[in-house]
């Protein structure tokens, strides 16, 4: 049974930073792309980061580039996403997601798995 399960959202103040993890269980990490996504109350899911299968690519929505950092342990089965100079339109519900198929894609629908996701809150 394949579980993803979020975990490092919160109440931030703009301007702080937060680090989520996603710690995947079930499946073998190394074999998978992994993405984050994030949902705002009233607004589709959105992309907002991934990261190969091997961790060498990396790619960022426009509205987190140079703020956000996506990482990965395959050895502990763990993916990490680092937001720094948090703003208040960051609020959302964050979830990460298991790509089997390909390298790393910011489709929604590439991704098999999803996490039930974290809530972070970003205050003015």
């Known amino acids: 049974q394949v579980q993803l399960v979020e975990s490092g959202g919160g109440l931030v103040q703009a301007g702080g930073s937060l680090r989520l993890a996603c710690a995947a269980s079930?499946?073998?990490?190394?074999?998978?792309?992994m993405g984050w996504f994030r949902q705002a109350p009233g607004k589709e899911r959105e992309f907002v980061a991934a990261i190969s299968w091997g961790g060498g690519s990396t790619t960022y929505a426009d509205s987190v580039k140079g703020r956000f950092t996506v990482s990965r342990d395959n050895a502990k089965n763990t993916v990490h996403l680092q937001m720094n100079s948090l703003k208040p339109e960051d609020t959302a519900v964050y979830y990460c997601?298991?790509?089997?198929?390909?390298?790393?894609?910011?489709?929604?629908?590439?991704?098999?798995?999803w996490g039930q996701g974290t809530q972070v809150t970003v205050s003015s």
């Open positions: 079930g499946l073998t990490l190394s074999s998978y792309a």
């Open positions: 997601a298991a790509d089997g198929v390909t390298d790393i894609s910011p489709a929604i629908d590439e991704y098999d798995y």
